[in-house]
């Protein structure tokens, strides 16, 4: 069964270092988002990815991060910065179009440590 | 007001039993719904979606009212792996991104 993936599992950096967390989609898959959690917290959006541009992004989502589709299978989040506040558990998850086109599927995650 | 809510639990259940999970959410323009069950440290499982007629698989029951704007799971006959933070999440906007509830831990006991 195809699968959402992402490198590294977990990723220790010093604060204001920048870092990129990278997946790759499922691959007939032409929507792409990124959350995060922190712990113990809920589920937050991001931002959303079709057609090589962002499509919708929330507060969260300010000038520290970027997103980028590299290349045909890549899809990867930048941080520039990082701050205390920024670790987390980040998931990637991407859907398709068509039948369950609403249905999104997560990657296992990359758990950022901000020290 | 929260866009979804849910109890946050624990539900401290014992094996065999039937447990019901319910949700609300307050922005009428969602459009879809789904149950999400998360383990501990783990990535959110897509356990099932939501419709308005109601849909079931196996032992998992789902309902949705629009009018209520409310949305519940019931699991029957429930099992030690069941156990896990139940998620209620809503699809809005353009680009359909998901906006989630804090999760109900669920905790099946032998």
């Known amino acids: 069964e195809p699968e959402v993936t992402q490198t590294p599992s977990h990723q220790v950096t010093q604060m204001g270092q920048e870092v990129i967390l990278r997946c790759v989609p499922i691959?007939?898959?032409?929507?792409f988002y990124w959350y995060r959690q922190i712990l113990g917290q809920k589920v937050e959006f991001l931002v959303s990815f079709y057609n090589n541009e962002i499509s919708e992004k929330s507060e969260i989502f300010d000038d520290q991060f970027s997103v980028e589709r590299p290349d045909g299978s890549n899809f990867t989040l930048k941080i520039r910065s990082t701050k205390l506040e920024d670790s987390a558990m980040y998931f990637c998850?991407?859907?398709?179009?068509?039948?369950?086109?609403?249905?999104?599927?997560f990657g296992p995650g990359t758990r950022l440590t901000v020290t | 007001r929260k866009e979804v809510e849910q109890d946050p639990g624990p539900f401290n259940v014992p094996e065999g039993a039937t447990v019901a999970f319910n949700c609300t959410y307050s922005?009428?323009?969602?459009?879809?719904f789904f149950w999400y069950r998360q383990d501990c440290r783990k990535e959110p499982k897509l356990l099932m979606s939501?419709?308005?007629?109601?849909n079931e698989d196996g032992r998992f029951t789902a309902q949705l009212n629009r009018a209520s704007q409310y949305i519940s799971l019931l699991i029957r006959d429930s099992k030690l792996s069941d156990s896990a933070t139940y998620l209620c999440?809503?699809?809005?906007?353009?680009?359909?991104?998901?906006?989630w509830g804090a999760g109900t831990k669920l905790i099946i006991k032998p």
């Open positions: 939501v419709y308005s007629s109601g």
């Open positions: 998850a991407s859907r398709g179009t068509g039948g369950n086109s609403y249905e999104q599927y």
């Open positions: 922005n009428s323009a969602s459009q879809s």
């Open positions: 999440v809503v699809n809005i906007g353009s680009n359909y991104q998901l906006i």
């Open positions: 691959s007939n898959h032409l929507y």
